[in-house]
């Protein structure tokens, strides 16, 4: 095309989206909906884990007590004297539950409950470990 020539019209407008554009657009969506349950599906299993380490935490926990062991957390001893501490976990990891099988499926939540999955583990290993040094 020389310089002052026209530029032909495009036969369909550009708002229309081509037979592989539509196809990879419906794609996406159903990927990103696979992304989702996926989230949802590692974040519930985070939480059930979660809810199982607070168990043996605190069933582990009670037994290095009866072994003239000591709670270095002082929120988590006080509640442990009265004994609340195992319906005040629950109860929070309840609410946790219904907040996750509440909200769209978030990256930042399954990261959070994976966290503290892992800290709840190493309480536990540290739990067993004393167990077993005593």
């Known amino acids: 095309?020389?310089?002052g020539a026209e530029r032909p019209v495009a036969e369909h407008p550009a708002t229309e989206p081509t037979v592989a554009e539509h196809s990879v657009a419906e794609h996406?969506?159903?990927e990103q909906g696979v992304e989702r349950q996926l989230v949802r599906f590692l974040t519930i299993l985070a939480v059930v884990l979660l809810t199982a380490l607070n168990a043996a935490d605190y069933v582990t926990t009670r037994m290095l007590l009866a072994r003239s062991g000591s709670e270095a957390n002082p929120l988590a001893g006080a509640l442990l004297g009265?004994?609340?501490?195992?319906?005040?976990k629950m109860g929070l990891l309840a609410l946790f539950g219904i907040m996750v099988l509440g909200l769209r499926a978030r990256l930042g939540i399954l990261a959070l409950a994976w966290f503290a999955a892992g800290l709840y583990a190493t309480a536990v290993l540290s739990n067993v470990l004393l167990l077993r040094l005593t």
């Open 1 to 3: 095309m020389h310089p």
């Open 28 to 30: 996406s969506v159903a």
């Open 82 to 88: 009265d004994g609340r501490l195992l319906w005040v």
